[in-house]
Structures are given as C-alpha cells and as structure tokens.
C-alpha cells in the first residue's frame, strides 16, 4: 500500500522568497514520485518527477524535489517566488515500471504575497 | 500534440438524472485512467484501462458507475443514478511510450448534482 502526507494545505511566500512545499510518502516498493500543479478549473501539470537515478530532479518553472530515501520525503522547492505560481500543489506515489495508478497527496496550496 | 481532451467541462444535473463524460487521451497511449477529485482533496482512482480492458476498477462503485473504451482509445464514465454526494470533478488521464509511468491528465469535468 502506497500514502502521502503533505505538511500544510496553505502556504504564503513572499514573491522573491523560497517556496518549500512538504511531502511524505510511505511506499513497500521503491517509488516513482510526482509533483503536479493544478491552476484554478484546469487539470493537473506535471511539474517533475523522480523514477530512478539521481536523487535531486529539477523540473519546469525552476522547481526542483530532491528524493531522501532516508526520511521518505520529496520536497518541492524554488528559489525565488513568482506570482504566476499561485496554484494548487500535488505530490503523488506510484508503482515502479508503471502504468498503475497514482496515489495522491490532499494538495498544499500555494498563496504569493506581492 | 494535442493533449488529452474531456467533454464537457461543466455539467449541472438534478440527483437521480444520468450524466456521461467523455475523454480522448493523447495518441498513442494505451493507458487510461479515470479519477475522481473532491473539493480539497486530491485525485482517487476510479478505474484504469490497458487498451479496452479495464484492469482496476477496485474503486469505481459498481452499482451506479459505468466506464467503456471499446476501441481502446476514447472512452466514456457514466453514472446513473446520480446523487448529491457525486460532486466533483472527473479527471481522465493518459500514459504510455517509454514515459509510460507519466501520466497526462485532461482539464476535467466538474459536476454538480442539485
């Protein structure tokens, strides 16, 4: 059985601030691990991804998660906010090799301060 | 390439009425999915497709839901009957290719059952 646990269904930043976003996963296989990002009455964006190999990803938008396998967690993190950034959130765990399903996080949702 | 499409975006309905959604899924890939997404919560399986087989349908309630994809590429979710606890967005999504682990997902219909 696969979870995740996303720390915060709210977070605020400054524009030009860090953005951290925390995830938690609990997973009996190795994990494949997603970022998404949902804007308001869209779908979900693929923002990243780590299936295997190294451990830090960087994907679009300059976010980048770096996988610890140690803490089970995958991070979501950018160095500098934009405003263009306020959006929903979701981390998500799957099964490797796969096409199976996603399991997802309850979302954090990201407000930028001007 | 165009990504995965859903039809219609919105669908308003009285309890007890049928209501269908549509989905075409990106070119090429074998995999669909069907979730369902609460308000504040993230994405739930429903039922997932290898080609026109419904592989996983562990979580689609059997006695009102319905789901098809007999040439193995559109497919269509049903409910009938619907009830007032059926209101939510449902996201269709795509994946194959050598990313097959990736899933693409459509914009979404959200429904409101009154």
């Known amino acids: 059985a696969q979870s995740v646990t996303q720390l915060g269904s709210h977070v605020s930043v400054s524009e030009g601030a860090l953005v951290l976003l925390r995830c938690n996963y609990s997973?009996?296989?190795?994990?494949?691990l997603f970022w998404y990002v949902q804007y308001p009455n869209q779908g979900l964006q693929l923002l990243l991804k780590y299936t295997t190999g190294a451990t830090l990803v960087k994907g679009i938008n300059g976010f980048e998660a770096e996988f610890k396998k140690s803490e089970t967690s995958f991070h979501l993190t950018k160095p500098s906010a934009h405003m263009s950034d306020a959006a929903e959130y979701f981390c998500a765990v799957g099964a490797p090799g796969g096409n199976e399903k996603l399991t997802f996080g309850t979302g954090t949702r990201l407000t930028i301060i001007p | 390439e165009a990504g995965v499409v859903q039809s219609p975006r919105y669908k308003i309905i009285e309890k007890k009425q049928p209501v269908a959604f549509w989905c075409n899924p990106i070119?090429?890939?074998?995999?669909l999915y069907w979730y369902r997404q609460n308000l504040g919560q993230g994405p739930e399986l429903l039922i997932r497709y290898e080609n026109e087989e419904a592989v996983d349908d562990s979580q689609l309630p059997k006695d009102r839901f319905s789901a098809e994809r007999l040439k193995g590429v559109d497919s269509t979710l049903k409910i009938q009957p619907a009830e007032l606890g059926d209101s939510a967005v449902y996201l269709c999504?795509?994946?194959?290719?050598?990313?097959?682990?990736?899933?693409?997902f459509g914009p979404g219909t959200r429904l409101l059952v009154l």
């Open positions: 997973s009996s296989v190795p994990p494949y």
């Open positions: 999504a795509s994946s194959g290719g050598r990313a097959r682990e990736t899933q693409y």
């Open positions: 070119s090429g890939h074998n995999t």
